[in-house]
Nanobody, 123 residues
Framework: QVQLVESGGGLVQAGGSLRLSCAAS????????MGWFRQAPGEERNFVAT????????YYADSVRGRFTMSRDNAKNTVYLQMNSVKPEDTAVYYC????????????????WGQGTQVTVSS
């Protein structure tokens, strides 16, 4: 079992930056695929970014590629999402997720979830 806790969310102006963190406990994440997903009100939970356990392969949604950067620090058992040039459409609850294997960038591929952190981008 792994427990995930997100932090770093908040209110930011369009064009600004924010860094989300996801701290894991219960087991080490060095063999886990990690992901960030987001869910806006009335919408489904959508893929943002995922990272291979080694950090050598990272996938991004088209809507965030070039603006967001996902990284991991296995020594700290933490993954990050650096959000730059944010837009109002980035407003959502952001969730951290983990999986023992990679089977696609969809929520159903991940068995462990955090409680989410709210990101609100004002125009």
């Amino acid at each position: 079992q792994v427990q995930l806790v997100e932090s770093g969310g908040g209110l930011v102006q369009a064009g600004g930056s924010l860094r989300l963190s996801c701290a894991a406990s219960g087991r080490t994440i060095d063999s886990l695929f990690m992901g960030w997903f987001r869910q806006a009100p009335g919408e489904e939970r959508n893929f943002v970014a995922t990272i291979h356990w080694s950090g050598g392969r990272i996938y991004y949604a088209d809507s965030v590629r070039g603006r967001f950067t996902m990284s991991r620090d296995n020594a700290k058992n933490t993954v990050y999402l650096q959000m730059n040039s944010v837009k109002p459409e980035d407003t959502a609850v952001y969730y951290c997720a983990a999986s023992s294997y990679y089977s696609g960038n969809v929520p159903s591929s991940f068995g462990y979830w955090g409680q989410g952190t709210q990101v609100t981008v004002s125009s």
